[in-house]
């Protein structure tokens, strides 16, 4: 090579990004944002936010699943543009993908829930609030300019008086569905937070203080605003300052509840209602039975009963059980557009990410959720067009070819 050919190669007319831009613009995929996600915040924040129940068989469990997956492309079908706008609960989505409920997570980042609800907005993504957040749902739906679809999460309080609050300022607010989550009589066993004494606010044991003191934005951010709490019921229940987690939602939540009880909660609510938390046939039917319009298929992302299957394996089962009577999205494992691509394909109407976002938010507030978001819908795109397809809606399972055994 001459000195010529050498200077063609050379690029030095771009400036350098520093700092979050540059890590959120570097990131390629979901699992980049993971690691910068990691560097930025504390062992205990992150342990939260990754860990899984008891032995995290489930949370490995959701991948294999997913890396099992085959897909079979068309060729030369002449797919010069994609779409992937679709509309999930009559709520138009700019892709087949929305924002899992997660509580409690200005813990992740200090902008937490309003973060999140304003990159969502941005990028006409459906956001799930949760009601273990910690912001209030009204500061929440303010956040977006009026209009913007949102859907409201509900946990089961042993006090009705509380839940039907909760019912009843979730329409006042402007919520478009209500996903009722059923796998959460008591919580799943996180052995990670155990371990780390992971609290809602969190505690400062000198451990801790210093962790976080080597990750000093997180630790800035954090010192600047208020504790986070369970902001929606702070009022309503005893501060889980002085207790665990897990111990807040064994006083709180009610492992009594039956099917009866939800129609009951939900006497105030007339729109959409979507259960989460769905793993079989059975409880399929009896959602639906009992109201439901629409099913998610979820284990919690691996957080709840620890051996609880992966959701792309009962997937099929559950669409062959209620498909033609409601809506049915999936979660836990989602982290590629193949993923997405996979469960559509399947008869699924989307899926639903929960950690792929708290990634972002971590490793760079606002700006990191949107770029969470641009990743996977580039992703979905180019694999649609792989495939030979224009739209989601096209895919079926004839695109889904079979692993060998010899394979498994
Ligand atoms: C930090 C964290 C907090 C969560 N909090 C809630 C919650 O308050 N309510 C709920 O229904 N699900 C909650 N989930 C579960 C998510 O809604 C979703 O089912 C799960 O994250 C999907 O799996 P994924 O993280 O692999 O995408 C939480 C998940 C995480 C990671």
Do not use: W, Y
């Given at each position: 090579m001459n000195a010529r050919e050498m200077a063609g190669l050379l690029d030095l007319a771009a400036p350098p990004k520093w700092g979050t831009a540059r890590v959120l613009a570097a990131a390629r995929n979901v699992e980049d944002l993971r690691r910068a996600f990691l560097r930025r915040v504390p062992r205990a924040v992150a342990d939260f936010v990754d860990g899984g129940a008891e032995d995290e068989v489930t949370l490995r469990r959701n991948r294999e699943a997913f890396a099992r997956v085959v897909l079979t492309p068309r060729q030369f079908?002449?797919?010069?543009a994609t779409d992937l706008r679709t509309e999930l609960f009559g709520c138009p989505s700019s892709l087949p993908v929305a924002l899992a409920p997660c509580g409690a997570i200005r813990v992740v980042h200090a902008e937490g829930e309003l973060a999140v609800a304003r990159a969502a907005a941005a990028a006409g993504v459906i956001y799930t609030v949760p009601?273990?957040?910690?912001?209030?749902l009204e500061e929440i739906a303010r956040?977006?300019?009026?209009?913007t679809p949102q859907w409201f999460q509900l946990y089961l309080w042993r006090d009705r008086g509380l839940t039907r609050d909760l019912v009843v300022r979730a329409r006042e607010a402007g919520y478009r569905a209500m996903v009722v989550t059923l796998d959460t009589p008591v919580s799943g066993a996180r052995e990670r937070d155990i371990a780390n004494g992971m609290n809602i606010p969190p505690k400062l044991t000198r451990a801790a203080a210093l962790d976080a003191a080597r990750h000093p934005g997180w630790w800035w951010r954090f010192i600047q605003s208020a504790p986070p709490s369970f902001a929606n019921v702070t009022d309503r229940t005893p501060s889980a300052a002085d207790t665990t987690t897990m111990q807040y939602v064994a006083e709180q939540?009610?492992?009594?509840?039956?099917w009866d009880d939800l129609s009951t909660v939900l006497d105030a609510w007339d729109g959409p209602v979507i259960a989460k938390g769905v793993l079989c046939a059975a409880d399929a039917v009896r959602a639906v039975d009992a109201g439901a319009t629409g099913i998610i298929v979820s284990n919690h992302g691996g957080r709840q009963?620890?051996?609880?299957?992966?959701t792309f394996d009962v997937l099929a089962s559950v669409l062959e059980a209620v498909g033609d009577r409601a809506e049915v999205l999936l979660d836990s494992g989602v982290r590629r557009g193949g993923d997405v691509a996979a469960a559509v394909a399947l008869g699924a109407r989307g899926c639903l990410v929960g950690r792929p976002y708290l990634y972002g938010l971590g490793a760079g507030g606002e700006a990191g959720v949107a770029r969470m978001l641009e990743l996977l819908s580039g992703e979905l795109a180019r694999t649609l067009t792989l495939m030979g397809v224009?739209?989601?809606?096209?895919?079926?399972?004839?695109f889904l070819g079979a692993v060998a055994e010899h394979q498994l």
């Open positions: 079908q002449g797919v010069a009601s273990m957040g910690s912001t209030t956040a977006v300019p009026p209009g939540f009610d492992p009594g509840i039956t009963l620890d051996r609880a299957p992966a224009a739209t989601p809606g096209e895919l079926d399972a004839s």
